[in-house]
């Protein structure tokens, strides 16, 4: 019984880990943009849903594309949308006397987005088949191949970005613009390209959640609502505007929501990464690493 205990304790952790990197790359795509442009963008889960129909509606089903050249053409097409996002809304919005203004534009964003898609794909939920199926054993332990592949994935996502914001010109030029505009202008950054390079940065993100949740769930309209909050929760939780926070954020409530359904039934278990919002506003609001100013 030990054994066997210690075994599902395993899973339940590799799975809380898969699914924890997913909350920390939507934690990050709302750091990202915050701050380049001091906004939050409360579209965020319909972009991830467009990126799963695009991938799996339009370019595997459709026109019956193999999975590599699909993943190709959804990021490319995703990261297009990203700067007509951000040269339609998020630009012309930013120096608005209001944020209210940039917010509200996400918002209709979103639902565009989403009756764009029951137009196009139609509302019939479906699923692509044989994607990222199977499971892996090691011993014991039965690990689906999906988990495997979201967590490598999400890793090397995650690595990439570490390495582009600290060592590139551009990613440097990224971080500055998010310091202060103003000296990043004085310096000869266009910060209005810079802006539209991190949507765009942020669409190609949420193009991939979008790809990776296909073996999870079942490709509907609703895909991302949940993982969308439990994203935004995670940002909050492990520090806002600070990205080794929302990793760590995305993390902790994978896991722990996960290690959860020992102890109280499955049904439940989308509540722990909002009791965690709770408490961390209540007791500690600053976040697991706190907030770099």
């Avoid at 539209?196 to 959640?209: G, H, M, P, R």
């Avoid at 073996?215 to 439990?230: E, H, R, S, V, Y």
Wanted: charged share 10%; glycine share 10%.
């Amino acid at each position: 019984m030990k054994e066997l205990t210690a075994e599902i304790i395993v899973q339940l952790i590799v799975s809380g880990l898969a699914l924890g990197f997913i909350y920390a790359l939507v934690s990050i795509e709302y750091t990202i943009i915050f701050n380049a442009t001091g906004l939050l963008n409360f579209s965020h889960d319909k972009l991830i849903m467009l990126g799963a129909y695009v991938f799996a509606g339009q370019f595997v089903l459709r026109m019956g594309a193999p999975p590599a050249i699909a993943i190709i053409a959804t990021v490319a097409t995703m990261f297009l949308f990203g700067v007509l996002v951000a040269t339609g809304i998020f630009n012309p919005l930013r120096n608005m006397a209001s944020p209210v203004f940039a917010v509200i534009g996400t918002v209709i964003l979103g639902r565009i987005l989403t009756e764009l898609a029951r137009v196009i794909w139609g509302a019939t939920p479906f699923t692509v088949p044989g994607f990222l199926k199977g499971i892996v054993k090691i011993g014991s332990i039965v690990i689906p191949r999906a988990n495997i592949a979201i967590i490598l994935v999400s890793a090397v996502i995650v690595t990439a970005l570490q390495i582009f914001f600290k060592t590139t010109k551009m990613g440097k030029a990224m971080r500055c613009v998010q310091q202060n505009k103003t000296a990043a202008t004085l310096m000869g950054i266009n910060v209005t390209a810079n802006i539209n390079l991190t949507i765009a940065l942020s669409a190609v993100i949420c193009s991939a959640i979008g790809i990776l949740v296909i073996p999870l769930f079942t490709i509907d309209l609703t895909i991302a609502n949940m993982i969308g909050l439990k994203g935004f929760a995670a940002g909050v939780i492990g520090g806002f505007g600070y990205l080794p926070g929302a990793i760590a954020g995305g993390i902790l409530i994978g896991i722990l929501e996960n290690l959860s359904t020992l102890v109280i039934p499955t049904l439940y278990k989308d509540c722990v990464a909002f009791v965690l919002l709770i408490v961390f506003l209540l007791v500690k609001p600053s976040g697991l690493l706190g907030h770099r100013q």
